[in-house]
């Protein structure tokens, strides 16, 4: 991991960018192909620091729109409405399909530019074409996991003499093409020749070792994908990953984790800032269920604190309501110690039960239709619906004006996914009484991204090792990957200065009794001693626990998740350890396995190609919002012989 060496770099690359990236949108080939007066030539490590730039695999159409489905399609989470026949909605889809053209179109310009240059140039900014293929690879991936054929090795040419209606390559295809790739890769990075800068690579710092691990630990991704369909192969490309010589991802300094820029610039740099900051806009509403934060609660996990939010029931609200004479929730006010005085009025002493911060965190019910049931058995949930919310659930000011409710159960934490800028004008905060004001900070926070870790590598390490049969090696990886989770996202946490760490200003003074989120000495191995994450039980008990711990890990990344439900069938519905919450109105056989192809209109000059392509891997032209049940039935390449919903293994 490295921070951003030189801000100068990134802005060399928009100005690049700029160039590279404005085409014209008559044509849906537009999206594959630049136009050619478009093309600019520059330098290829400003390229690649342009590359870099325009990677972003799930961006803010993935969080906003896609991941309430794709968590609730998993049975991982709920949308804040909580369960309902919306579960099988397709709301609309992001359309995140096209997201790998913006770095294969600018390798494209990469590799043009090399073939003009002569053998010594091409020989030391190799390393630079290298990376930039991980990044095309790793969001062709992604795109091929919800949409199956795309584009790729014929996409981005038609300003080289290539065609502007280029095939579309089948998964299967790609996964070969790609495995090769990477390989090319680390030899690359191993050559004497190549120089990658430290100030023009703000990944890695120019470290070629890093670049040929992560190219190694990357396999890994695919072969997971392939075990549904060749376990021999996927089996094999995993041996070959754990004894590469040029190592895989395995320390916290290894992880795939940087940021972009730290200055926000000021005017019309929307592009800009949103590079630094991810985005700065709306955000999903997902929360965690009561299943999920609960067991993460239980086994002490420290993950639940950098994945979700605090509810707002802290100590000041807590007296707040015991002022005013109201109820609080029963599950809450079972971690609170409080006395009662001669008035009858009780008074908050201190929290019991695990303490802060573990008292803040309550998922959100899985009871169905909840959302819409007025009859008060779920007021705290969805205070709205309450008759009486009002009067019994609502603070007032002194003056019985300025109601107020909280938020009982927590959400997805935005600020491990983005970063935020303010103005003069902009606050964010703490949960107050209705006529408080806290404010905790308004410094600018750059967002830093994980993309690939120690931990989702030796995950898949320790899921291979238990499919041989290994359980002891596979024991090995297991509690490495745990290590390295929290550990990886502690990090994480600090440095997007997520509201309760210790290291972010103004974060505590308005509640006494605030808990930091920092990991504590000891966590670790507490968590990992507990029974439902110790590596124990039966063979198929301890490849269930890798598969959760896989999900968890990745559970501020939606298409993970539901990548990993989809292949493994976890979580499951008889599961001892973590059970999928079941619901008759919602068969299994109609939850979706992919996303819509999207429509194909008369002015689609790839019109032909792409039903071709749809046909030949058996898909029904699909739009949003159009689709009946095909999205359930109809299976991608790599989804074929996968189990159902919630089956397990």
Sequence with gaps: MTNMKSYKLLLAAIALG???????????????????????????????????????????????????????????????GGASESILTLTIDGDQNRQYINVLRVLRAMEHEMELQDDEYRAANAGYVAAAKLLSIYEGIFATDMYGSIPYTEACMGAYGGTLTPEYDTVESLYDLWINELTEAITTFSSPDIVMQANQDVVYGGDTEKWAKFANSLKLRIAVRLLAQNEAKAKQIAADVASASCGYID???????????????????????????????????????????????NNRDPRVRFFYT?????????????????????????????????????????????????????????????GNDASGAY?????????????????????????????????????????????????????????????????????????????????????????????????????????????????LARDNQVTYYSNVEGSFGYDPFEGEIDLKDGEINTMLASPQYAFTGTPEEKL???YLQELIHFTLYPNEVYVTARRSGYPSFDSN?????????????????????GGITDEDISADVREAAYQEQ??????????????ATERLWADLNAPAWGAGR
């Excluded at 330098?43 to 325009?54: G, K, S």
């Excluded at 800028?421 to 606050?427: F, I, M, P, R």
């Excluded at 898909?619 to 689709?627: A, D, E, I, P, R």
């Design 379 to 491: 007021k705290w949930y969805f205070p709205e619906n309450y008759p009486n919310a009002d009067k019994e659930l609502y603070l007032h000011n002194e003056k019985g004006q300025n109601p107020k409710s909280y938020q009982v159960f927590s959400t997805l934490n935005r600020m491990m996914i983005i970063g935020r800028y303010y103005t003069s004008a902009q606050e964010v905060e703490a949960a107050t009484l209705p006529d408080d004001v806290y404010t905790y900070t308004t410094i600018d926070r750059p967002w830093y991204g994980m993309y690939l870790s120690a931990a989702e590598v030796n995950l898949y390490l320790a899921e291979f090792a238990m499919l041989n049969g290994n359980e002891a090696q596979a024991e090995t990886y297991y509690n490495r990957a745990l290590s390295f989770s929290v550990q990886s996202y502690n990090e």
């Design 310 to 370: 605090k509810n707002y029931w802290n100590s000041k609200v807590v007296q707040g309501y015991y002022d005013a004479g109201l109820e609080i929730p029963d599950f809450i006010e079972a971690n609170v110690n409080y006395t009662i005085g001669a008035d009858g009025k009780k008074d908050f002493v201190s929290w019991g039960g695990p303490g802060e911060p573990w008292v803040r965190y309550y998922g959100i019910t899985e009871d169905w239709n909840a």
């Design 544 to 546: 269930e626990k890798i």
């Design 18 to 80: 700029t160039g590279l990236t404005t085409t014209g949108c008559r044509d849906d080939f537009s999206e594959m192909n630049t136009d050619p007066s478009a093309v600019v030539q520059g330098e290829v490590p400003y390229l690649f620091a342009e590359a870099v730039n325009v990677f972003d695999p799930q961006p803010y159409l993935e969080y906003y729109y896609n991941a309430p489905m794709k968590y609730q399609w998993a049975g991982f989470g709920l949308s804040t």
């Design 251 to 297: 320390a916290l300094e290894e992880d795939v984790r940087f940021h972009k820029g730290d200055v926000r610039l000021t005017g019309d740099q929307g592009y800009v800032n949103d590079r630094i900051y991810h985005w700065s806009n709306g955000f999903t509403g997902c929360a965690g269920t009561k299943t999920m934060i609960d067991f993460m609660v």
């Design 577 to 597: 350890i973590l059970p999928r919450t079941s619901y008759a109105q919602v068969p299994v056989g109609e939850i979706p396995r992919r996303f819509p192809t």
């Design 618 to 631: 058996g898909l029904t032209v699909t739009s949003s919002g159009l689709y009946d049940k095909v999205l």
